[in-house]
């Protein structure tokens, strides 16, 4: 299968769904990411921080100092009122955007 | 995946700076270093681990720069936020706690009110008459009207009026001067016939005038150097956008129409911008060339003297405008040899004129607002006054404002050590402080502005009554001072209250709670109290100065009895009438007066008081140099001169129909007069001889009382009258005394002699009480405002001593039911705290009469037979304020000592 291009807005939805489970540094949520969709989706890691630091200025997500497990300065970021309500609406948006979709092509 | 809770936090954001670059660089150091283990982890050469992990993250320095502008952006919108909802959450406390004490609120906002209110007025007055530059002119900063000072008798006078001659002069002789402009206006009647209206303010300019000004006209054209040419000029007029406006309702096709003016018939040429005023305050309908308002004006004087030839006829106000980078001095000493080689050239004219070296003339450049120059009229002084009172006035309320606000901070003293101590900053104190203060300023500015608009238009009436008056709203100086009297008034009104946050002791506060520090702490407060109570005694002295000076000139007998006297005068106009037809026909006038009904008498005059003076030379027997030891003024009278006017004839007879023509020659001298000339003896049956001394003797037949026609203050009453028909110098007008008061009769006589007027020749009648009326008016004002506002500063105060007084009873309820518990009287508890408020009181007095006391030096001039330190008025205001003070205090004392001691004590 050949690789998929995100689709625009994607990447933020799949990056709140990774924030889900609690705080998360960017190197965990670029790992959660690659192993989750595993070679289908590209998703350079640059483009990953740039979304991340896009959410937080907009208040989706909030950004803390902390260590990690190996005791290394790192920042975590957590999902807030406002970012969860995102990744509820945008996943109804885009389940919304699939099915119709794939009506679409199922007719066809 | 880690968790937080044993995570130490690093609170950057809440530091002042915040390093962005350096977040972003730890941040994916962390990614690239983690990134790497886990490559390496799986068996990858560090080399390669790195290469790969570069691969798979992209363009590291786009990214890093993409996520340092990001975080830059956030950073900065977070710290917007933060400080906005810091502000309105300030600004929400604030307006909780104004909202939860209306009645607080409200006297806050009517005390600063007035203050603001009250300099805002001021300025609105003062500004234009020394502060604000003329609108339009393009140079304002180069432009000065021209004075040469010079001396007289000792002392130096400023001359701010000029001859053409001297004008032409001028800009011949100088070199520094871009251009000089020539004004003169004069009241003309308007328009002709049936017409005519009353008279209105003209302009006379030169051509040079419309150079001065960055203003094209709103229509038409301007004149030019062509047509403002000696002798005459041409009769063009421009007329000012309002009376464009007003009589021909903004028509387009005004121009090239004609209107008579004076005596002259004007073609109109172009309009005015709205707003332009020339240098002048006072609106003109419309501006005519120089030459042509003088031809208009200013009759022939015979054998060639015209206007614009010969140096004894000053008529002109000069300015000019200096050349860019010549500097004031430089271009001053350029005019000083100016006008000593005009003054040389005068010499040589007239070489009776005094030498040089006795005038000692100095040239000035003097302010273009020509209140703001060395001549100050006393509606400017008594305004200048006035400003400081304001002043006074704000301070006052700022004080009195800043004492409850600080009562209000001391109530929640706990309440602040406790937020201290919990870590609010002091500053975040303090901005709270601020922001309640400034929140009632803004108010109190808006009411300010209010009352300014009001009582802006009142004292203006009462000051400057000529002036254009200023939009208070549409006008951003106004605006501007009224932003900054806010700001000043925030800052003295929180200013005490903050120094009590930022001095408080933390420790002290929470331990002993409100009562020991709240009543160490309201020193603070007494020394407010006691700065209100004697800026109150200053303003209330100047009231008392004021007011008895007021009636000191209302007291001041005139001679005469103005109130039902209207003086009749006739404008000729085209009407070429000889002197015997204008003899006749004010006889007519008088003839016809004196059949109407309500009329008492009338007589024909030649001198009317405040408004025109006739003098002759004087000489007589046995008195040398008569004629140097005053001005001695002529009075041509009719019989019942006397009646007529109601003054007293104290000796001798009065002037009577029989006097005249061909009979003996008989005069009637003041009484001022009388002893000047005849000191010590009885002056009838005196001889004068009038105009020469090789003349027949006049023989006195009265001694009449003395009259004001000057100065209220110090006239010399020199005053002579004889028989018009033995003595005719000229037809000016007639007095008319009548039953109802002048200024309602007026207008009545008007409409029914203007029958008898030939052609366009027109009449106008002006009350005597009119012609006084500028004369009290500085008192009048300075009387009002001083009680105003001294009323107001003690009314202020009271309240303040009796707020004061009313919290430091409750600060101190347990100290005093101890006392009472001990069984104290209530009489000794009235006498403990009533004595406590007339020490504060004590003290506010005594400091308010030094003040005033020091300030007598300054106020002394402009009083009228009033002793600026009147021991009566300072008296009166220090038992006035004492008085204030023990009954402000009474209430409180009451309390006090009814005080029940087991509540008081229970109650801490």
Not at chain 2, 327 to 352: C, G, I, W
Not at chain 2, 543 to 561: E, I, K, M, N
Not at chain 2, 567 to 576: D, I, L, P, T
Request: proline share 4%.
């Amino acid at each position: 299968m050949a690789e998929l291009d995100l689709l625009q807005g994607t990447l933020d939805l799949i990056i709140l769904k990774a924030l889900i489970w609690g705080p998360s540094h960017g190197y965990a949520v670029a790992r959660w990411v690659a192993e989750t969709t595993g070679d289908d989706l590209q998703v350079e890691e640059g483009a990953l921080y740039t979304a991340l630091h896009r959410m937080e200025k907009r208040g989706w997500i909030a950004a803390e100092w902390g260590l990690s497990d190996n005791n290394r300065k790192a920042k975590y970021y957590q999902l807030t009122p406002v970012g969860r309500k995102q990744l509820h609406d945008k996943t109804e948006l885009w389940n919304r955007y699939a099915h119709a979709v794939s009506a679409i092509l199922r007719t066809a | 995946m880690t968790s937080l809770p044993h995570v130490r936090r690093f609170l950057r954001v809440d530091r002042g700076s915040v390093d962005v670059p350096g977040g972003v660089a730890d941040e994916l150091d962390f990614h690239f270093a983690m990134t790497i283990d886990e490559l390496m982890a799986k068996g990858m050469s560090r080399e390669l681990a790195t290469r790969e992990a570069h691969r798979r993250f992209g363009d590291l320095e786009m990214t890093r720069r993409g996520l340092q502008h990001i975080d830059q952006e956030r950073v900065s919108n977070e710290r917007r936020a933060r400080w906005w909802s810091g502000m309105t959450q300030d600004l929400r406390y604030a307006l909780r706690g104004l909202r939860l004490s209306p009645g607080f609120t409200l006297g806050v906002m009517l005390t600063l009110g007035l203050g603001i209110g009250a300099n805002a007025t001021m300025f609105s007055i003062i500004d234009p008459l020394l502060f604000r530059a003329p609108k339009y002119l393009e140079h304002p900063d180069r432009v000065n009207r021209i004075t040469v000072g010079q001396m007289n008798l000792g002392t130096e006078y400023y001359r701010e009026s000029f001859g053409y001659q001297q004008y032409q002069d001028f800009i011949a002789d100088t070199h520094s001067f871009s251009r000089f402009v020539a004004t003169w206006s004069s009241r003309l009647a308007i328009g002709s016939g049936a017409d005519v209206k009353q008279e209105q303010y003209v302009s006379g300019v030169s051509a040079s005038f419309w150079q001065m000004f960055n203003a094209p006209p709103a229509l038409g054209r301007y004149f030019s150097a062509d047509e403002d040419r000696i002798p005459a000029g041409e009769p063009v007029l421009v007329i000012s956008w309002p009376y464009w406006q007003a009589h021909y309702g903004g028509r387009r096709d005004v121009l090239g129409q004609h209107l008579q003016i004076g005596k002259l018939d004007y073609t109109i040429i172009g309009v005015t911008p709205r707003d332009l005023l020339g240098l002048s305050l006072r609106r003109s309908m419309g501006f005519i060339p120089l030459t042509s308002i003088a031809a208009n004006v200013m009759p022939d004087r015979g054998e060639g003297r015209r206007f614009y030839n010969g140096y004894s006829f000053n008529w002109l106000q000069l300015a000019a405008e200096r050349k860019p980078g010549v500097s004031a001095a430089a271009a001053t000493a350029d005019l000083q040899s100016a006008v000593l080689r005009s003054y040389e050239r005068r010499r040589e004219a007239e070489p009776s004129t005094p030498p040089a070296s006795e005038l000692q003339q100095r040239a000035m450049l003097s302010p273009v607002q020509s209140e703001a120059g060395p001549n100050r009229s006393t509606a400017t002084k008594v305004g200048t006054w006035l400003v400081g009172v304001a002043l006074l006035v704000l301070v006052i309320a700022c004080a009195n404002v800043g004492n409850l606000l600080l009562a209000r901070a001391l109530r929640r003293r706990r309440e602040i050590a406790l937020r201290l101590a919990l870590g609010v900053t002091r500053g975040r104190l303090l901005g709270q402080l601020l922001t309640e203060s400034l929140l009632l300023s803004t108010l109190g500015a808006g009411l300010g502005l209010v009352l300014a608009a009001w009582g802006g238009a009142v004292v203006r009436h009462g000051l400057t009554p000529d002036a254009e008056s200023i939009g208070i709203f549409s006008d951003s100086r106004m605006l501007a001072f009224a932003a900054i009297a806010m700001l000043i008034a925030a800052l003295l009104c929180g200013v005490a209250p903050a120094v009590m946050v930022l001095r408080s002791d933390l420790a002290g506060a929470l331990k002993s709670g409100a009562r020991e520090g709240g009543f160490h702490r309201s020193r603070l407060r007494v020394t407010l109290l006691v700065l209100q109570g004697a800026l109150s005694v200053v303003l209330l002295v100047g009231a008392g100065l004021f007011v008895s000076s007021l009636r000191q000139v209302q007291a001041t007998p005139l001679g005469y009895d103005a109130e039902h006297v209207t003086y009749v005068e006739q404008n000729m106009r085209s009407a070429k009438l000889t002197d015997d037809e204008r003899y006749h026909l004010l006889d007519r006038l008088l003839a016809r007066a004196q059949e109407l009904p309500g009329v008492v008498a009338a007589t024909r005059t030649t001198s009317v008081p405040f408004y025109m003076d006739w003098s002759e030379d004087l000489f007589v027997p046995g008195v040398d140099s008569v004629n140097k030891r005053g001005e001695f003024v002529l009075q041509a009278v009719s019989g019942g001169y006397f009646k007529t006017m109601g003054t007293r004839v104290l000796q001798g007879r009065p002037l009577n129909d029989a006097d005249r023509d061909g009979s003996e020659l008989v005069i009637v001298v003041s009484q001022s007069m009388a002893k000047l000339l005849w000191p010590g003896v009885n002056a009838l049956g005196k001889c004068v001889k009038i105009s020469a001394d090789s003349l027949p003797c006049r023989n006195v037949i009265g001694v009449a009382e003395d009259i004001k026609r000057g100065s209220l203050s110090d006239d010399p009453g020199l005053l002579y009258y004889v028989p018009i028909s033995q003595f005719p110098v000229g037809a000016f007008g007639i007095f008319v005394r009548t039953a109802a008061p002048a200024t309602v009769a007026a207008e009545q006589l008007r409409r029914a002699l203007q029958p008898e007027m030939p052609g366009t020749a027109y009449l106008t009648t002006q009350p005597l009480p009119d012609l006084i009326a500028p004369e009290m008016r500085s008192w009048q004002l300075g009387a009002t405002m001083f009680t105003v506002f001294g009323g107001l500063a003690l009314l202020v105060a009271s309240i303040g001593l009796y707020s004061v007084i009313a919290y430091t009873v409750t600060q101190r309820r347990q100290e005093l039911g101890v006392r009472v518990a001990l069984g104290a009287s209530a009489a000794s508890m009235l006498r403990l705290v009533v004595g406590d408020a007339m020490r504060m009181m004590t003290v506010a007095v005594a400091l308010g009469i030094a003040g005033a006391l020091i300030a007598a030096r300054w106020v002394g001039p402009l009083l009228f037979h009033t002793s600026p330190r009147d021991p009566i008025i300072l008296g009166g205001v220090a038992v006035a304020l004492l008085l204030v003070g023990l009954a402000a205090s009474f209430a409180p004392a009451w309390r006090a000592a009814h005080l029940d001691p087991v509540t008081a004590l229970r109650s801490e």
